[in-house]
């Protein structure tokens, strides 16, 4: 889980509820700790988050490497 990056299409698996993923959810769960089940639910509510810090750092690292135009999608609302 160190490199987890997240959990995309799947989140569904930490929905008990949910019969199409009723298999894969109890095959999870049976794989983690309590605590790794829990950090690993939470995560679906953030692994799509950048942290600001990231997106400054590539953005000046682009500048520094000479890209001075172009269209950038960036959906962290920091705005140089």
């Known amino acids: ?11 569904n698996v930490f ?3 949910d019969a199409k993923w009723s298999k894969r ?3 999870l769960k049976s794989l983690l700790t309590c605590d790794q089940w829990n ?7 953030s692994a799509f988050y950048t942290p600001d ?3 400054k ?4 690292e682009l500048v520094e ?7 950038f999608l ?7």
Do not use: E, R
């Open 1 to 11: 889980m160190a490199k987890y990056v997240g959990w995309g299409g799947c989140a």
């Open 15 to 17: 929905n008990p509820n």
């Open 25 to 27: 959810h109890n095959t």
């Open 39 to 45: 950090s690993a639910k939470l995560s679906t509510l």
């Open 53 to 55: 810090f990231l997106s």
């Open 57 to 60: 750092t590539i953005y000046n």
């Open 65 to 71: 490497a000479g890209v001075c135009s172009g269209t």
């Open 74 to 80: 960036d959906t962290s609302g920091w705005a140089v």
